[in-house]
């Protein structure tokens, strides 16, 4: 197996696991009404999850998404309840404005090589102090085309319910696979998260990349927080407080190497997944106080950065026994 | 001997008057370069001569002032990297610059993949890597696999790989050999004549000389911005090259020894056998209190390297140390400077000054390190003493409380020297400390030199001008390849002695 997979199977293997355990001591979780809800309650911590994995793999990190969710959700609750605009025109508008503040963070972070911790942590100031001005308090959306879609869902076998905002972050995550493994952006992606210097000499278009995996990032926290609105139907300025350390939590318990230029989409899905279990296992155990989700979270990332640690010392010191280099005929030149 | 291409051939690139200055500081002074199809053309020249100066120009990293630059008859300016390459430029660097984390076929085709649907065809740009590198005995390399996980070797060859078949006409190989073991610099070397073979211009540039021997057609030398000159391999000695590299001229001995007999004091350190594979082979070396010990050598010759050695920087992995007759252990910098060692490194821009810092806290540095944070020197002291080295070592600034980086690059190499001099060092080591500074603060420093030995200190200098070697050594070490090749003394220090040393073929030991 290449090294480069070992985060990703040991990622895979700790949720397998701990499902395993969760199951024997709760049958009950065994079922499809808690994959089913699995899906559901953290949709909007996969979408973002995404497009925090793009910036991950690039070297970069994003800040700002949890304002953007909270930022989002606020700016559909006011378009929809007190200009009656549709939805889906508020959706089209807040998914644009979203893509177009990033593309100007990730301009910022190109064009004045500021590092982009400094930039997203100014763009996380900004989103959520806009949210606050158009509102102080949580707006509640009553409008028939949210009940509608949230009456929505497709019955699994066995009583449990794919809702829409689960098919949607399964659709993401998808569209994020072929994105990041089977396009140029994708390498290019990767590129620069390997070495931007290299990447450069290369010949890997830097500003377009960077530019477009903030957009990318942005506009996919817009998505999370039109999944959010539709999730708890009502827009709160001071919701998705934290939400950017979740989700590069679960970036980084799904493999990717913090640094960049190694990791997976898939792996973050898992480690959006093993987020959900922790919480699910509290809710059945009843007991426990919601803080332990926090606590396992913390821990397993101490162990994914020491395994990180490990392998990047790995794959420095195994090289593959160079190949018996026998040559042949030079490549006619022009 | 390599069939050569006719004369007659007409020049693949012509670069002429090439000249660039950086704000006042001309680098490359009306310096022409001629390549031929199916030669391989070593460029040579000492740090700060302009080679690599002149291969960013025509790589399109930096622009040139003026002067011309031709391919195939046609005026051109790169750019930048991408243009170079259209025009046929491929460059491979010493540190390839690839992307260990990407596959082997992702490094060929990065930027410009097949595609399908919008989508990297896979299939295909692996079967197409295959095909490109199948010439250069790499067919049975799994091109899906992480080029990080192959041997550098293999990267630089799939380096070459990329460069030849994005380009084409030319193809720089800036110190390819750097970080190859014999063996593989032998596959490299079989690659670059094939590619000779079928025509490529290969610009080559190296610090052994026996390479350059063993695979060029044609050497082009540049000194401090200027060409010095470019001859065919086969007119040339080894002993001519060195001296067009190091600008002697062996008739007539210029350098005047200052030193002719310094009585030797106390043994003060001895090195043993000491050594570190792959930077400097085991040397045995004396330190006497009272003396200069002289490094000369060509740049990557293992001079710096041995410089680090013997300060801690690195550690060596044979050999044992022995200061005041007691045996030591050299494991870090600051080993060596608890035992009264100091060392000034060279690049000073780098290594040694901090910039926004003034040139008292310059000075404090070393002397604050040693007594350590919980002992602090006051204002007071600290003022009194950098101002004492301003007036010993005459070191020109407005106060001492002036930024260090407002001064000159001389009075910049003076505070440096005051730092550990500030420290009351036994045995200080100084890694070209005349470099890039003007003629008089030269002369100073050379003054100085001889006089902290009469005062009883140890030194060890290197340099690259061997005048200034011979002047204030007592004894003169010379290397060649990263290994000391040759020990001088007292009246067999010459330029010219040192000179035979280095130009020495592998193997001979010079006379």
Redesign the interface.
């Known amino acids: 197996m290449s090294p480069r997979l070992w985060p990703l199977a040991a990622t895979l293997s700790i949720f397998l696991i701990a499902y395993a355990v969760c199951v024997w001591q709760f049958p009950n979780m065994w079922s499809t009404r808690v994959l089913g809800n699995f899906l559901t309650d953290n949709a909007f911590l996969g979408i973002v999850a995404v497009g925090m994995t793009f910036v991950i793999l690039s070297g970069g990190i994003d800040l700002s998404v949890g304002s953007v969710i909270a930022f989002t959700g606020v700016l559909l609750a006011i378009l929809i309840t007190r200009y009656n605009v549709h939805p889906l025109i508020a959706f089209t508008l807040a998914l644009a404005l979203a893509a177009a503040f990033g593309a100007l963070m990730g301009a910022m972070i190109h064009y004045m090589n500021v590092p982009s911790f400094i930039v997203t942590l100014a763009g996380m100031f900004l989103a959520r102090g806009a949210a606050s001005v158009l509102t102080r308090d949580s707006i509640p959306i009553n409008h028939e085309f949210y009940s509608t879609v949230t009456s929505l869902s497709y019955r699994l076998p066995g009583g449990g319910r794919l809702s829409v905002i689960g098919l949607i972050m399964v659709a993401v995550f998808v569209v994020g696979t072929i994105l990041a493994h089977r396009t140029r952006f994708g390498s290019y992606v990767f590129a620069l998260g390997g070495n931007a210097t290299s990447a450069n000499l290369l010949g890997v278009p830097a500003a377009r990349t960077t530019i477009l995996i903030y957009a990318l990032s942005s506009f996919l926290a817009g998505l999370s927080g039109i999944v959010f609105s539709l999730y708890t139907s009502a827009g709160y300025p001071l919701a998705a407080v934290g939400v950017e350390l979740d989700t590069i939590a679960a970036v980084v318990i799904g493999g990717t190497l913090l640094s960049g230029g190694s990791g997976f989409i898939i792996g973050t899905f898992v480690g959006v997944m093993i987020q959900g279990l922790i919480q699910t296992y509290i809710v059945f155990d009843g007991t426990l106080s919601s803080w332990w989700t926090k606590i396992v979270i913390g821990g397993l990332l101490f162990v994914f950065i020491v395994l990180q640690r490990l392998l990047v010392y790995a794959s420095k010191r195994r090289w593959r026994k160079t190949p018996a280099i026998q040559i042949g005929n030079m490549p006619e030149v022009a | 001997m390599q069939e050569q291409i006719m004369p007659t051939a007409s020049p693949v690139l012509t670069a002429d008057s090439i000249t660039k200055s950086f704000l006042t500081t001309r680098v490359l002074d009306r310096v022409g370069l001629t390549l031929m199809p199916g030669e391989v053309h070593a460029l040579l020249g000492e740090n700060g001569a302009g080679k690599s100066t002149l291969i960013k120009i025509l790589t399109g990293a930096y622009t040139h002032d003026s002067g011309t630059i031709r391919i195939d008859g046609v005026d051109v300016t790169p750019r930048d ?2 243009h170079a ?1 259209e025009l ?1 430029i491929g460059t491979v660097y010493q540190e390839v ?6 596959t082997v076929a ?2 060929l085709f ?4 097949p ?1 399908r649907f ?3 065809d ?1 299939r295909r740009m692996e079967r197409d890597a295959r095909r ?1 590198l ?8 799994d091109v899906s ?2 080029l ?4 550098v ?2 990267q630089q ?1 799939v380096a070459i790989a990329r460069a ?2 994005l380009s ?2 030319v193809l720089i190989l800036d110190e390819p050999t750097a970080s190859l073991d014999a063996r ?1 610099v032998d ?1 490299l070397f ?2 670059v004549r ?2 000779r ?4 211009a290969i610009v080559f540039i190296t610090h052994f000389m026996d390479q350059v021997f063993a695979l060029a057609d044609r050497v082009t030398v540049l000194r401090n911005g200027k060409l010095v000159g470019s001859k065919p391999i086969g007119d040339l000695t080894r002993m001519e090259l060195v001296t067009m590299m190091l600008g002697h001229a062996l008739e007539h001995e210029s350098a005047m020894r200052i030193v002719k007999d310094r009585p030797r004091g106390e043994r003060l350190a001895t090195f043993q056998g000491y050594g570190l594979a792959g930077k400097i082979a085991p040397f045995d070396l004396n330190v006497h209190s009272g003396e200069v010990v002289g490094v000369a050598g060509l740049l990557g010759s293992g001079r710096t390297e041995m410089a680090r050695l013997l300060f801690g920087i690195d550690s060596p992995d044979s050999g044992s140390a022995t200061v005041d007759g007691r045996s030591v252990h050299l494991r870090q910098a600051r080993d060596a400077i608890a035992l009264g060692f100091g060392f000034c490194p060279e690049d000073r821009k780098t290594d040694g000054i901090l910039g926004d810092l003034t040139v008292r806290e310059n000075i404090m540095l070393a002397l604050q390190a040693r007594r350590g944070w919980a002992k602090p020197l006051s204002f007071k002291e600290q003022a009194d003493l950098a101002d004492k080295f301003v007036k010993a070592l005459d070191i020109r600034t407005a106060s001492v409380e002036q930024p260090i980086k407002l001064l000159s690059g001389g009075n910049q190499q003076k505070v440096i020297l005051a730092r550990w001099l500030a420290t009351e060092p036994r045995f200080l080591i100084l890694d070209e400390p005349t470099r890039g500074i003007d003629v008089g603060a030269h002369a100073e420093i050379i003054r100085m030199i001889n006089r902290l030995c009469d005062e009883g200190l140890s030194l060890f200098v290197i340099s690259s001008e061997l005048e200034e070697i011979v002047a204030y050594s007592s004894r003169v070490l010379v290397l060649r390849d990263r290994q000391v090749v040759r020990e001088l003394t007292q009246e067999d220090v010459s330029t010219a002695s040192i000179m035979k040393a280095i130009a020495a073929e592998p193997g001979e030991v010079a006379a």
């Open positions: 990297t991408a390459q046929g610059n690839l992307l260990p984390n990407l992702e490094n990065i930027g410009r993949q595609t919008g989508l990297v896979r490109i199948e010439p250069y005995g790499l067919e049975k390399l696999a992480d990080g996980s192959y041997s070797a293999v060859i030849v078949d084409g006409k593989e596959v079989t690659v094939r590619l073979a079928k025509g490529l």
